[in-house]
């Protein structure tokens, strides 16, 4: 049932909205995403967007036996372990205090030259 997989969809999104939300600001550089399209965060949320869509599709349909308030709880559930996820998470290290030596593979706090 797709209700059972929204808090988790709804989570993943969150998460990875968060992320964009620091690349953008400046906190993090991530690597570029599969085949060069975008970075990994922005292909992460546009790939929770896809399976958010996808499971909300079947609710549009009249009939269903779904109720709004059932699919607004799931929401609700994911946007709470979204939230949780990312105040449990460690600090970020701090900013490196000379250029990185590896290239980027992975997202990180970006050098920034004094």
């Not at 993943?12 to 599969?34: D, I, M, N, Q, S």
């Not at 965060?41 to 079947?58: D, E, G, K, N, T």
Request: proline share 13%; with cysteine; charged share 10%.
């Amino acid at each position: 049932m797709p209700l059972l997989a929204l808090p988790a969809v709804f989570a993943g999104l969150g998460v990875a909205v968060f992320h964009e939300y620091l690349e953008l600001t400046g906190k993090l550089e991530c690597p570029a995403g599969l085949f060069g399209i975008g970075s990994a965060p922005q292909q992460s949320a546009a790939a929770f967007l896809i399976l958010a869509a996808a499971l909300l599709i079947p609710f549009i349909r009249p009939g269903n036996g779904v109720k709004p308030w059932q699919v607004a709880i799931a929401a609700v559930l994911g946007v709470l372990m979204a939230l949780g996820t990312i105040k449990s998470a460690p600090p970020m290290p701090a900013a490196p205090t000379k250029p990185y030596d590896q290239p980027l593979e992975i997202c990180r706090q970006p050098y920034q030259p004094a």
